[in-house]
């Protein structure tokens, strides 16, 4: 959840401000949370989307008109991991794992 928690305040970071950086969303992720180890990887990427209700976001050049009839939005996809090792293996999942969350924000 603190994975999820960190790309979501990455994105929220980058809806709220005007002219965001990487890096300054990336400080965003890395410092949602407490907990330590949390990483902007990969790093965000700035592109343009077309919402589609049936098939979510579809990558397209900006400016392009979408199949729903509007025009293709700048979003910002953050990303976040963490990489966990149980106290205890698991059958079937390796140890350490890497836990990654992603979240969209339109910009």
């Keep these: 959840m603190q994975v999820e928690n960190a790309a ?9 401000t005007l002219t965001p950086t990487s890096a300054q969303i990336q400080t965003a992720v890395t410092n949602a949370t407490g907990l330590a180890g949390i990483t902007a990887t990969p790093a965000p990427a700035h592109s343009c989307y077309c919402a589609d209700a049936s098939n979510g976001l ?5 400016g392009n008109t979408c199949a729903s009839g509007g025009t293709a939005q700048h979003y910002w996809v953050i990303s976040a991991q963490k990489s966990y090792s149980t106290i205890f293996p698991w ?17």
Excluded: E, F, H, K
């Design 58 to 62: 579809s990558t397209t050049t900006c």
């Design 91 to 107: 059958p079937g999942i390796s140890n350490p794992v890497t836990l990654t969350a992603t979240a969209y924000a339109q910009n």
């Design 8 to 16: 979501r305040a990455g994105a929220q970071y980058a809806s709220s």
